[in-house]
């Protein structure tokens, strides 16, 4: 089984007469834009096995719970930059605080915010 990983935008081809191409990607969605001739059946899975027909083996069951990746903007950076301040000023000696900064750059490392808030 060949696996591809496609970039928004992008496409591939399936013989001469059938193009996929990846149109945009929303949270843990895709919208996949297929052209292939009218005689040539496209269904959903579910549509499929609904209608009776069998699950090909070569489909593998996906991933129940998968990491979802956070979409990175400036308010995001600008926000993460605010909390950083906040914490900043608040009393060092505080075992709370410190664990608050600990996790905070685990989750958030600052060189990251900072080649987004700089770009």
């Not at 591809?4 to 996949?32: A, F, P, W």
């Not at 129940?64 to 605010?82: D, F, G, M, P, T």
Request: proline share 3%; hydrophobic share 35%.
């Amino acid at each position: 089984m060949l696996c591809l990983s496609l970039n928004q935008g992008e496409y591939m081809t399936i013989g001469s007469n059938v193009v996929v191409q990846l149109d945009r990607i929303s949270g843990d969605h895709c919208k996949l834009v297929v052209h292939a001739p009218r005689e040539l059946p496209v269904l959903r899975g579910e549509v499929l096995e609904r209608a009776g027909g069998q699950r090909p083996e070569c489909v593998y069951e996906g991933y129940r719970y998968h990491k979802k990746e956070v979409i990175w903007n400036r308010s995001k950076a600008q926000a993460l930059n605010a909390m950083r301040r906040v914490l900043s000023q608040m009393d060092d000696e505080d075992g709370n605080v410190q664990a608050l900064r600990r996790q905070l750059e685990h989750m958030f490392p600052a060189e990251r915010t900072n080649e987004v808030s700089n770009g």
